[in-house]
């Protein structure tokens, strides 16, 4: 069985009788504790400067110094060792001074006992590592609080000038884009004027196969006037402003449904529009969504000896959410993440015509609005798309 090591007292005082009395105190404690002596401040200091000591008991007056700066020196020469003042000076200013500035206790000689200049030896010891865990955990958390300062301030530089180049790319590709598309126009006219020019005047001397090779040149001058137009549209939803205001969806989807009626003239279509809300939107561009959406549900049912539309309102994970809901040909949803791309199509346009920017539109018009659009479906058995607003408020 290990017995603990005597805890080391310097103990600094003149007075030859009062220290016999203390070290004969502090010797009744079963060799908890060794004492050493010494008189002056000077040499004092010199001990500490040694190390070893674990506690000071400190007599202010000293042949060498008195008061306050006693203990200051002491204090400044070890700031890891604990001192516990043990004088003859019963002032309480100075206590509260010494206490104030560092000391663990201020005893009056002739008031302590052996169990009391024990225990105080003990907790001036234990406060001591106590304060200084706690003043090292406090040094831990300013420079971890400063490291996550560092940090926040460094990501938001860093997003900060990630945000602007993002803009100013994709400013540069909406310019590009509406550029291009505005520089294809001219010639996409020539080549489908002189086409038709050459139809004209050539026409009884072409053979059946150059007739047909022409009228393929223009099917496909109007086809790709027809991307470079709504490559248009997609370019300048960039530039414009949303002027959002409260609208009823109803009024905005009854008047896209009536545009459409031309398309599905001839055909069995059920239209089931659910009681929609007024929202905070821009009435115009949300046009835009409505037909997007709905023109593809009237084309992809096309198939169907009776289509069926429905248009609602439901709640998707605690959100208010709209669709648009057809039961078409659909398609596979292991494609869905090509769905809303620039001239990305999931069907072949034999069957189905199109330029693949039309959802690429209704994405760019939804995220404008703070919100999402997906889609679900299955192939042979339908669509469903869905979207949210988050539109600012209306001034």
């Not at 006992?113 to 234990?126: F, H, N, P, V």
């Not at 208010?320 to 791309?341: E, I, S, W």
């Amino acid at each position: 069985m290990t017995t603990a090591s005597p805890v080391r007292i310097l103990l600094v005082e003149d007075n030859p009788g009062d220290v016999l009395l203390i070290e004969e105190t502090l010797a009744g404690r079963h060799g908890a504790f060794a004492v050493e002596s010494v008189e002056r401040l000077s040499a004092a200091l010199t001990r500490l400067g040694a190390g070893g000591i674990e506690v000071v008991l400190l007599d202010l007056k000293l042949p060498d110094s008195a008061g306050l700066r006693t203990f200051t020196a002491v204090q400044a020469q070890a700031p890891d060792v604990p001192i516990v003042v043990l004088t003859g000076l019963s002032d309480e200013a100075l206590a509260v001074s010494t206490v104030r500035d560092g000391a663990q206790d201020y005893l009056v000689k002739g008031q302590v006992d052996g169990d009391l200049l024990g225990r105080t030896i003990r907790y001036a010891i234990e406060r001591h590592h106590v304060r200084r865990q706690l003043e090292s955990s406090e040094q831990q958390l300013r420079a971890a609080l400063e490291q996550i300062r560092n940090l926040n301030q460094d990501l938001e530089r860093r997003v900060a000038e990630r945000t602007s180049e993002l803009a100013a790319a994709y400013k540069e590709l909406e310019t590009f884009t509406y550029s291009v598309s505005h520089d294809l126009r001219a010639p996409l006219r020539h080549m489908s004027g002189f086409a038709q020019m050459l139809a004209e005047q050539m026409g009884s001397h072409l053979s059946p196969t150059a007739r047909d090779s022409l009228e393929r040149i223009q099917q496909r001058a109007v086809q790709m006037g027809v991307m470079v137009d709504d490559l248009l549209k997609l370019a300048r939803l960039g530039r414009q402003p949303l002027n959002p205001r409260l609208t009823p969806l109803t009024e905005i989807v009854g008047a896209v449904i009536a545009e459409l009626e031309s398309e599905v003239a001839g055909r069995p279509v059920e239209w089931q529009v659910r009681n929609l809300p007024a929202v905070a939107c821009d009435p115009g561009l949300l046009g835009v969504v409505f037909t997007n959406l709905l023109s593809n549900a009237v084309k992809y049912t096309r198939p169907r000896a009776l289509a069926v539309i429905e248009v609602g309102e439901t709640t998707r994970d605690g959100e208010r959410a709209f669709f648009v809901k057809d039961n078409g040909v659909g398609f596979d949803m292991q494609y869905a993440d090509r769905l809303f791309g620039v001239f990305q199509r999931l069907h072949r346009k034999e069957d189905f015509e199109g330029t693949g920017v039309g959802l690429a539109t209704v994405q760019r018009i939804i995220h404008k609005h703070g919100g999402r659009i997906w889609a679900e479906a299955t192939p042979d058995r339908g669509a469903s798309f869905y979207f949210t607003l988050n539109a600012p408020a209306p001034s």
